[in-house]
């Protein structure tokens, strides 16, 4: 799978990466393309692109509220689908695709995975897609070469893990806490043994998402995590310093002046 | 290979239905599946229910000849199955105390809850306040301007109204946040959805609970008159009053069911909520069903008179009766249903719901094609009196008039 060996040959020489998110269209393609040369130039490794929705079940009150706003001033699926496909051409790191399975089901599954090979997406978090509801999404993705990307909670069973780590691709996002994206999480013992645990059923690279503001945050993951994923963080950033706050804050997040 | 994976087939009708959440709540529902299947087949639990419907909501409800209703319209005789004659004065509550006396045995201290009007979160406040439970009940910010008495209801029996402030500030987004909050408490929190939609185990739970409107319907209908009705007739919101008049139903196949759906101010989007008529499949809060979108996939925005009635989806059982045949779905309109709801407060004494005015008003417009001695049972979901100040408002703004 590509973004399996991308980022693998990545983490070679790196103790961890960087995964950021945005949500398109919010504030608007322009800012997103300022934000994203913003990321790619300071060294983030991955970028998750989010089509929005009205209902993102998953998500907190920041990317409700950017997904809801993007929405009302007409961001359609067909103009996420192009702004990707000029980041991917632009841009030399996997960039992948955040959406709800209500999206994918309306595009058509075939169709939408055809679509990320074809622009060039190499993998997809779908987090209200698990894996049985999802027999034929699964199958497009492989037969696409798409790596479909499985979440583990800490409330996931054991026997889930299993499951769901068999039917990811890529990595697993592994959320290190209840509730949805946004708030705060917590970074001590209890996540390491939570990350243990992940560790223990897939063989997959992990990435840890949900609430990951800081330096700190990022060195506490170092040596128990492959992938520290940044979301609501960079929208507020966005939000209140403009699309220019995000380089500083990247680097300050590798640990750099 | 991702095939590899057993696909449970748990929580589908035909192709809708189904546990479309993240993984974080996948744990949750699964615990609550297997709490609900126990108790289903226990006949403690079982017994607690009835004395409960029972004793606190004075089940069972009447079914009642609508002698001058049906000689004012001709034709086809309307019968009520008297739901509005329930504690709290709706069906609602059958649910609620199901719901509830799960969240008990499952040890669960607070209760969360969605509403659109408010009908639900009465019914959830006042079973909280019975089982002396903690209850939080989100609801849009736009409904709770508007149903101010019925806000005021749920803070008298002790619960917390949380209003939902994303997008269009009604039923869709409280659904939102009640599920958010959900995730983050579920260990002590038990989450009481109001309508038969949302992720497996609900649909069915919701269906099981409400099912007693059919169950007894039938069983009077026989005992008073020898024979099934021709129709039964129930207005569709989410879908549980409807669900649970026709579940006992189904297997007699003579007896034709029809859902109504509120066509609102017309059938152009966005003026109705007529889900099943107009709609398309679309997956929305967990599961998979006929669903209004706009061009771009996303939910439409929807209108009817009755607040109880306007959801983008539906539960996915009916999804699935209409895909088989067993069951039509028809659609009446804001005016329909204020004539509806005239005709019977003023042939029988009746106010009823505007929701259950919208069944009604498809049952005159039908009896009139039928002969006498062919019946039409219409769930008569819930009364009115939470609906007088709104009409009151119509008519003094000269919107309608009164007949
Ligand atoms: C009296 C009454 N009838 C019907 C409904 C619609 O819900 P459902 O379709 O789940 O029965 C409501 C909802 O608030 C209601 O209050």
Redesign the interface.
């Known amino acids: 799978m590509k973004l399996e060996e991308n980022l693998r040959r990545r983490r070679e020489n790196k103790e961890i990466l960087l995964m950021t998110h945005l949500v398109l269209g919010y504030p608007d393609f322009d800012t997103n393309r300022e934000v994203i040369a913003q990321m790619v130039e300071n060294g983030v490794d991955s970028i998750e692109l989010q089509i929005p929705?009205?209902?993102p079940?998953?998500d907190?009150?920041v990317i409700?509220?950017a997904s809801?706003e993007s929405?009302d001033h007409g961001t359609?699926?067909s103009d996420c689908i192009n702004f990707a496909k000029e980041m991917v051409e632009k841009w030399d790191i996997p960039f992948l695709f955040m959406t709800?399975?209500?999206?994918v089901?309306?595009?058509g599954e075939e169709a939408f995975f055809k679509k990320c090979a074809e622009i060039g997406i190499t993998g997809v978090i779908v987090?209200?897609?698990?894996?049985?509801?999802g027999?034929s999404f699964?199958?497009f993705?492989?037969q696409y070469g798409i790596s479909?990307v499985?979440?583990?909670?800490p409330?996931?069973?054991d026997e889930?893990m299993e499951?769901?780590g068999?039917?990811s691709r890529g990595f697993v996002y592994c959320?290190p806490r209840?509730?949805?994206t946004g708030a705060k999480s917590e970074f001590g013992d209890g996540l390491t043994q939570y990350l243990v645990r992940c560790r223990k059923h897939t063989s997959l690279l992990l990435g840890v998402g949900f609430g990951i503001e800081s330096r700190a945050n990022v060195e506490a993951l170092i040596g128990k995590a492959d992938i520290a994923i940044i979301g609501s963080k960079t929208i507020k950033l966005v939000d209140e310093k403009g699309a220019a706050s995000v380089g500083p804050f990247i680097r300050q997040l590798l640990g750099e002046k | 290979m991702t095939t590899e994976t057993t696909v449970t087939a748990e929580g589908f009708f035909g192709e809708y239905g189904g546990q479309y959440v993240p993984e974080a709540l996948i744990p949750i529902l699964d615990e609550l599946a297997a709490a609900y299947d126990k108790a289903k087949n226990d006949p403690e639990f079982q017994k607690e229910f009835t004395y409960y419907l029972t004793k606190y909501s004075g089940r069972p409800t009447p079914i009642y000849r609508c002698a001058n209703l049906t000689k004012a319209c001709g034709g086809a005789q309307i019968w009520l199955k008297r739901e509005d004659l329930n504690h709290l004065g709706a069906h609602k509550v059958n649910n609620t105390i199901g719901q509830i006396l799960l969240a008990k045995r499952m040890g669960k201290k607070k209760i969360i809850a969605e509403t659109g009007a408010g009908q639900h979160g009465v019914a959830a406040a006042a079973t909280a306040a019975l089982m002396g439970m903690e209850c939080t009940v989100y609801m849009g910010e736009v409904d709770i301007e508007r149903q101010k008495l019925n806000v005021f209801r749920m803070k008298m029996m002790g619960a917390e109204v949380v209003p939902a402030m994303s997008g269009q500030r009604t039923l869709k987004e409280a659904v939102d946040e009640a599920l958010g909050a959900w995730i983050e408490h579920a260990d002590d929190t038990f989450y009481l959805l109001g309508s038969a939609v949302g992720p497996h185990p609900y649909p069915s739970m919701v269906r099981d609970f409400q099912s007693i409107i059919g169950r007894e319907a039938r069983q009077q209908f026989l005992d008073e008159q020898g024979k099934l009705p021709d129709y039964c007739i129930a207005c569709v919101g989410g879908g549980s009053n409807a669900i649970g008049m026709f579940t006992d139903f189904v297997g007699d196949k003579e007896v034709k069911l029809v859902g109504v759906e509120p066509s609102g101010r017309g059938l152009e989007p966005g003026d109705h909520a007529a889900t099943l008529c107009l709609g398309t499949p679309g997956i929305m809060h967990g599961f998979n069903s006929y669903m209004l979108k706009d061009e771009n996939g996303e939910p439409a925005s929807v209108y009817s008179i009755s607040a109880g009635l306007d959801y983008p989806s539906v539960g996915p059982e009916h999804s699935y009766l209409k895909d088989i045949g067993r069951a039509t779905y028809e659609h009446a309109s804001d005016m329909e249903a204020v004539d509806a709801f005239f005709k019977l407060s003023q042939t029988e004494g009746i106010i009823p719901a505007l929701e259950s005015s919208h069944a009604l008003a498809y049952a005159l417009k039908l009896a009139p094609t039928l002969s006498a001695d062919q019946t039409i049972l219409v769930n008569l979901s819930g009364r009115g009196d939470k609906d007088v100040a709104e009409i009151e408002k119509l008519i003094a703004s000269g919107q309608i008039t009164m007949p």
């Open positions: 929705f009205s209902e079940v998953a907190g009150p409700l509220k809801q929405l359609k699926v709800y399975y209500n999206i089901f309306k595009y987090p209200d897609i698990p894996p049985e509801m027999g699964y199958q993705a492989e479909p499985l979440i583990f909670a409330t996931s069973s889930r499951i769901t068999k039917c959320v209840k509730g949805v």
